[in-house]
């Protein structure tokens, strides 16, 4: 099962991670930089899970709408 991740996603993880970083490697004093970073990595972590939930929601009911095209040509014709 082919489980494909939105480019939000990615970078989302990558900003959180660079705020865990940020927060470690400056002992501290970097404390308020990185959980303001950790934060908006978050949000856009979720807004790109959202989207791909979204995309894949989107197109299942273009294909459900695509079949009950289909079948109303079969009926009609």
Known sequence: M???HDALEAVGAIVVGLG????????????F???LLMGIGLVVW???EMRREFNGKLESLRME???LKGQGD???G
């Open 2 to 4: 082919e489980k494909r």
């Open 20 to 31: 865990l970083v940020l927060m470690f490697a400056t002992y501290g004093a970097g404390l």
């Open 33 to 35: 930089a990185g959980a």
């Open 46 to 48: 979720k807004m790109g």
């Open 65 to 67: 709408l695509e079949s």
């Open 74 to 76: 079969a009926a009609d």
